[in-house]
């Protein structure tokens, strides 16, 4: 048997094996097994506290981990979980996905959804045998930067200026819920969900870019684009198209094609020779808008939905 112990918060020490482990097993796996979602919990915490579930070899070491998440009451419990690569195949998962089930079990959660990044075929196997369905699909798509990037002007009336922090916070979060009123995730944002991410040393307000309209200052939409790699990591550092968001009223003008390119071009002119980006494969105009401007598909993360 298995031994999880609960822990209701994280200590340094346990903060820096969580991420230790983690890292250990991206460079196996090829995708890092968290979200930065739950990665910026990990580190900072939150205002609702989320419950971590550990696994520990007899001398201490941390071999497996889950984050698990229960406060989303529409959604339902959230849990992402690793386990070291050397320590597979010995039920460490499987006890670690039972446990976080009995924690949404006994939160009263409708639910309890189970991210697999990278759509590893034997997180798959154990999420479908115990219980879960193939419930959401996203994609990770890339391309070059050293390909031709087309010229799309921004509409007239419009322009474009880099975020001003402590100017702009509150507008910014007021458009992005809009934006994305009907996203799982990222519409929810607050101002320390934006403040915590500014605090981040990757953070540069010079590549998060604003189209305004000319005459009122009215924030139209946004494309905040964001740098991987940077400061000892073991890969290249590689842009994103992190956030791109549009406020509905403002839909129908090119906005979106036009904050693409314009932050694509931002990291180019940064010597960056690649852009990543993560759409969701069900929202097939932006997976259109993107394919049309170079992207294609290079990984998939699955999120497993178990009803109780």
Known sequence: MTNVERLARLEAADIAAVLDLASQAGDTDGAYPFS?????????????????????????????????????????????????P???????????????I??????????????????????????????????????QMRRSLFAPLPERDLPPGVTLRAFEPGRDDEDWVRVNARAFAHHPDQGRWTI?????????????????????????????????????????????????????????????RGL???????????????GLDQAMLYVDESNTAAVKLYTGLGFAVWATDVSYRRSQ
Do not use: C
């Open 36 to 84: 930065e979602h739950v990665v910026l919990h990990i580190r900072h915490g939150g205002e609702q506290a989320a419950v971590h579930l550990a696994v520990r070899d007899p001398d201490g070491s941390l071999v497996g981990y889950a984050h698990v998440d229960t406060t989303d009451e529409v959604e339902g419990a959230a849990a992402e979980l690793v386990v070291h």
């Open 192 to 252: 320390d969900d934006l403040r915590i991410r500014m605090a981040e040393p990757w953070f540069d307000p010079a590549g998060f870019l604003l189209a305004v309209d000319a005459a009122s200052g009215a924030l139209l939409g946004f494309h905040w684009t964001k740098v991987h790699g940077e400061g000892g990591h073991e890969h290249d550092p590689i842009g994103e198209v992190y956030v791109l968001g549009v406020d509905p009223d403002a839909h129908g």
């Open 102 to 139: 009995e924690v949404a079990d006994a939160a009263g959660s409708r639910s309890l959804r189970l991210w697999a990044h990278g759509d590893h075929p034997s997180a798959g196997a154990l999420a479908v045998e115990l219980g879960f369905t193939r419930a959401r699909v996203l994609f």
């Open 86 to 100: 050397l320590r597979r195949r010995h039920g460490l998962g499987r006890a670690l996905v039972n446990a976080a």
């Open 256 to 270: 979106g094609g036009a904050l693409t390119l314009a932050g694509l071009r931002y990291l180019r002119s940064a």
